[in-house]
């Protein structure tokens, strides 16, 4: 490497650093919701360009994009071809454009990949499919040495979509040299395109979806995280040892500790954290917190979040009301982590899964981001219109309070409520970057924990229930919260008793800096 380049590098990387060490908030798109560009219903890579201005208005400093490649499938999970971009989201050069101006705005992009499987008219599979001389024969897991019988992923020889096509998935073969060649060569590629080492052309990070050790725990690719992973992201850190490295642990339930110290990864989701906050239940929440935040290895992070493209939309929770968002909203930013926000939690908009023989079971949670106060208006991303049990079944709803539109001009909405949470965020160093500690007190439905960075120190207290409550914080400690200066909080909250005791109205969140 000349001396340029090695001074490039650490330029590079110096930048990267410096941005990373800012207070990172992180937005999940599923971009074929998010806004259309050109009017063909589909949410596109343009349009993602031209609401930049909107995500900086918000606060958030990462963008997380669903894949990009081409896909049978409307979420592009399950490649057909995973060096193309999908025609409908755009071409390399908008790619190249969004990528640019992400990074003018000091921002970062993360793209989300899915390399273990391919879909039937994936090239690999097209080729060797009872043709055990293809020089792609390897490349995916057959059962048979005649290539005839073919590991389908989860053994279902046949998936229908949400539009009633047929589709086949294979999985790949993450034991043949070529694959993890062939892999690190597209991941580089992504982080790097024209390879000059510069990396403003590149994407930030990789969430790594449904990475396994044993895929699919089927007992037939084992040891990935050695042998498969570790290799590739070592190769992917030699190119950029800023890039972030974000796994989704297969395994919901788990805390995700092995993805750290076996799989090599910067980031896993904290998944129990998520499970607790729903519950609204105290003793639920401070052990699954417990549990997220203290046994992290040092310099590794947990990506706090109470929805993504997977899970039923918050504001859709048994007894859901406006109190009970503002909780999870602070909860998801405020608690520790990174915080991910998924397109729309911003609105309150809702969705659940549904049960169907297709892959349309998640499309009421992936449906158009609600611009305007009516359904309709210029890049609207409605690509399921007229689908049927999709579209006949929409959340969405013209006037109901749940739209960019209508919040936007409302100081007390949802929308800026988080925006003030965000702005909260950055502005104060605890509560991006500080440790974090249950503080005890007498109520059994008040959360109350600290957020402690350097000098600084935060105090977060959250009544979780209906009910008027009031509570003594660590009755072991002189927490005089008359003394503390109060940063965002509920009105109606009372301090009698010389500021000890705190008299809490139904769902307040209070937040005092030391």
Known sequence: MTMTKKLILILSIFFTLSTSAQQEAMYHVFQRSFFDSDGDGHGDLKGMQQKLDYLNQLGVTTILLTPLYQSDFYHNYFATDF????????????YRDLITEVHKRKMKLYQDVEMQYVTGKHPWFADSYK????????????????????????DVAEFTTYDNLKEQ???????????????????KYWADPNGDGKFDDGVDGYRLD?????????NKLTNLFKDFWTPILTGLRKTNPALQIVAEQADWNSYGHEYFTKGNVDRVFAFRLKQAICTFDKKKIEKAADSTFLYNPAGKQQVVFIENHDTDRFASEPGMNIGKLRIGAALNLLIGGVPSIYYGQELGMKGKRVQHASDGTDIPIREAFEWYAKEDGPGMATWYKDSGLWWDNRNMKPDDGISLEEQQKDPNSLWSYYRQLIKLRKTW????????KTIPNTSDKVFSFVRTFEMEKVLVVINLSPDTEEVLLDPYEDY???????????PNVKLPRDGRYVTLPPYAVQVWKF
């Open 83 to 94: 060096d193309a971009i999908d025609k409908e989201y755009g071409t390399f050069k908008e």
């Open 131 to 154: 043709n055990p001389k293809s020089q792609y024969s390897k490349y995916l897991y057959y059962n048979d040495k005649a290539n005839e019988k073919p590991w389908y992923f989860w």
């Open 169 to 187: 998935i294979i999985v790949v073969n993450m034991k043949d040299p070529k694959v993890k060649e062939y892999t690190l060569k597209v991941l």
């Open 210 to 218: 449904h990475m396994m050790d044993n895929l699919d725990n089927a």
């Open 429 to 436: 160093y605890a509560l991006s970057k500080g440790d974090y």
């Open 480 to 490: 005089s919260i008359a003394h503390l200066k109060l940063l965002s909080g509920t």
